[in-house]
């Protein structure tokens, strides 16, 4: 047989162990005594003087004997009397537990019962108060009270266990209905922020850009549509997660794939990983006039700028959808076309939607109707007009990116994962370093935009 672990015996089995113990040790004491037998042989004068002080010696001896058995017999009354005592206070906690139990949520007639078993609890107190005083101790049968206080104090002590564990019980109960009120309310938070996205991204005049003319472009004009580009940029990265994720894809594997070696600071970290794939696709030939999707003759400089400049005010106002419809053989059309084939692999296409039907349109020269190819093609818009507006400045916007490995600058860099620093104890080896770039930066002229990039 194994061996008995003693830190596995309970605190209560051994008190009661012990008080067993106790019972045993005073039955010892009260049942010990016996009745000298009668000798029935004549003794001589010798033997009968011997005898005398034999028991003269015994009597003193057995005098003692009792008044040692006296205090003994005591000190268990006492003993049973604390016992008692304790389990009397016991008692009292366990019904105060329940009082408090009743008090919420509230029950009228828990509260009276609990209420009575606390004043009655209260009152053997005071009882037990009085038998102190005037020493009215049970001094026949201790180890009995001592068993029966041992038993009552258990009882107690697991009824204000069973009262604890039906508040704890009660408050899971009351988290769990909040939990669900919480969710409640942040699914129609999402639904609210939906709404108000696809206002924020739907086409037409942003108000800072309203009014703008060609002869008051600065570079302020530019950041302010950077900004609108890149909420449009995660708004279909999102989507497309969603899209992944409801197609069995793990996009911790894809991240993985596509930022190999980064170890990523949150999990939610890994959408930077997609965001970066969609910029480093999309913005692929931002420096080349049309993305070089297009092979038309550009006027001189100046005039070229005006031209870049009149195609941002005649697309802005108009849902790219419309423009396609209307223009479906323009430089748009065709940089909407070449970025989608080159982003979206058929592979993908086919693991998310079940089959290539939007490319096959694509390639059949017109253009879906779906909600992701909507979504794609407000990107894509965003992006137009930037390339547009970049090359309506003189100097012509430049982008630029941070490598891996590179020392982060605040004057070329914006960190999206400011926990990076944490570790740093200002030492070179500690620094953090570029993971990758998520969104490139832009110059124009003096002006430097930063670029946003990810630190490990």
Not at 40 to 50: F, L, R
Request: aromatic share 12%; glycine share 4%; with cysteine.
């Amino acid at each position: 047989m194994d061996s008995v672990n003693r830190s596995a015996v309970t605190p209560s089995k051994s008190k009661l162990a012990r008080t067993f113990a106790k019972v045993l040790h005073i039955r010892a004491l009260t049942g010990g005594n016996h009745k000298p037998k009668l000798t029935e042989h004549v003794k001589d004068d010798d033997v009968v003087k011997n005898d005398i002080l034999k028991s003269e010696l015994l009597k003193k001896t057995q005098f003692k004997s009792f008044d040692d058995e006296d205090d003994k017999l005591q000190k268990a009354a006492a003993e049973a009397f604390l016992a008692k005592l304790f389990a009397n206070i016991s008692a009292i906690k366990a019904a105060y537990a329940q009082l408090q139990f009743a008090q919420s949520p509230y029950d009228p007639d828990g509260i009276q019962s609990a209420d009575e078993l606390v004043v009655s609890e209260l009152k053997n107190l005071s009882e037990l108060k009085q038998c102190f005083v005037k020493k009215q101790f049970d001094e026949y049968s201790p180890e009995k009270t001592l068993l029966l206080a041992e038993i009552q104090e258990q009882k107690s002590v697991l009824k204000t266990y069973d009262v604890m564990g039906k508040k704890l019980d009660s408050q899971l109960k009351l988290k769990e209905s909040e939990i669900m009120f919480l969710r409640e309310k942040l699914v129609e938070a999402n639904k609210e922020n939906k709404l108000l996205e696809k206002r924020l991204n739907a086409s037409g005049p942003v108000s800072p850009l309203g009014n703008l003319h060609f002869s008051s472009l600065n570079p302020s004009h530019f950041v302010t549509f950077l900004r609108q580009t890149i909420r449009s940029i995660r708004s279909f990265v999102r989507l497309l997660n969603k899209e992944m994720e409801d197609a069995g894809w793990k996009l911790d594997a894809a991240a993985s794939s596509i930022q190999p070696g980064v170890k990523f600071l949150k999990a939610n970290d890994i959408c930077y990983a997609f965001e970066s794939f969609v910029c480093r696709e999309m913005f692929d030939g931002f420096n080349y006039p049309n993305f070089s999707v297009s092979t038309e003759t550009l006027p001189e400089q100046k005039k070229m700028q005006r031209l870049f400049f009149d195609r941002f005010i005649e697309l802005r106002s108009v849902k790219p959808a419309d423009y396609l419809a209307w223009k479906p053989k323009s430089t748009f059309a065709r940089f909407c076309r070449a970025k989608y084939l080159k982003l979206i692999h058929p592979k993908m296409e086919d693991s998310i939607f079940g089959n290539l039907d939007q490319r096959n349109i694509l390639d059949s020269g017109e253009y879906p109707e779906t909600t992701f190819f909507f979504t794609f093609s407000e990107m894509a818009k965003r992006i137009w007009l930037l390339h547009c507006l970049a090359f309506s400045f003189d100097p012509i916007a430049s982008i630029f990116q941070s490598s891996r490995g590179s020392r982060f600058s605040d004057v070329y860099m914006e960190s999206l994962n400011e926990e990076a620093f944490f570790s740093w104890n200002g030492s070179p080896e500690t620094e953090p370093r570029v993971g990758f770039t998520v969104v490139p930066g832009f110059k124009i002229g003096k002006t430097v935009i930063q670029c946003q990039v990810y630190l490990c």
